[in-house]
């Protein structure tokens, strides 16, 4: 059994996943470029700064293999994008994490200051919200192919009903309202 046979495609957010990917990826080529355009040496720590943030050749080493990675990812799309996603996002926070703890020390060889460090932060957040988006929620519809997945059983009930028209699904005026499911099956509350 392998994990990729396991998770359903969703097409509708292989785009979001793709999109996210490729504009994350993008944004870290264009940094490890500038940095690259500065030329400074390996492992230095006093190097420049760059749209806010020091950088050293290491840094824009890492960035390039990073942007690439993620380009791949929205070249692929579909599940392979999402957990791309998702992993160099979680790795992004804990880089933060981690550079935290070294800044203005000796082990800091990747010449981190606290911008980098943010940007850590709030690139890894963003990366890691594109590869869950329409996975990871405690309210997915039922049309979901990951509720679906993970529903099986009650899925395959649903599998012959007819869908419900998008004003239903809404809530809009007129329409019949959707009853709230509780984690208990047999309480319903409208």
């Keep these: 059994m392998k994990l990729r046979d396991e998770l359903p495609v969703d097409h509708h957010l292989a785009t979001v996943y793709r999109y996210g990917a490729a504009l994350c990826g993008l944004v870290l080529l264009t940094f490890a470029g500038l940095g690259f355009a500065d030329a400074l040496s390996p492992f230095d720590t ?5 749209a806010g943030m020091t950088t050293n050749v290491a840094l824009s080493v890492i960035s390039t293999v990073v942007g690439c990675a993620l380009l791949v990812g929205a070249v692929v799309g579909g599940n392979f994008a999402s957990t791309l996603n998702m992993t160099v996002g979680g790795l992004f926070v804990l880089s933060g994490f981690a550079h935290t703890f070294v800044l203005d020390r000796p082990a800091n060889i990747l010449d981190f200051g606290m911008t980098n460090v943010i940007f850590s932060f709030v690139m890894g957040l963003l990366i890691a919200t594109f590869g869950m988006y329409g996975r990871v929620s405690g309210r997915l519809p039922h049309d979901n ?11 395959a009930g649903t599998a012959g009903a ?24 047999g309480r319903r509350v409208t």
Aim: avoid cysteine; charged fraction near 30%.
């Design 46 to 50: 006093s190097g420049d700064t760059i």
């Design 145 to 155: 192919p990951y509720w679906r997945r993970r529903h099986a059983e009650r899925a």
């Design 162 to 185: 007819p869908a419900l028209p998008d004003a239903a699904r809404s809530g809009e005026r007129g329409s019949l309202p959707l009853p709230f499911v509780d984690r208990d099956p």
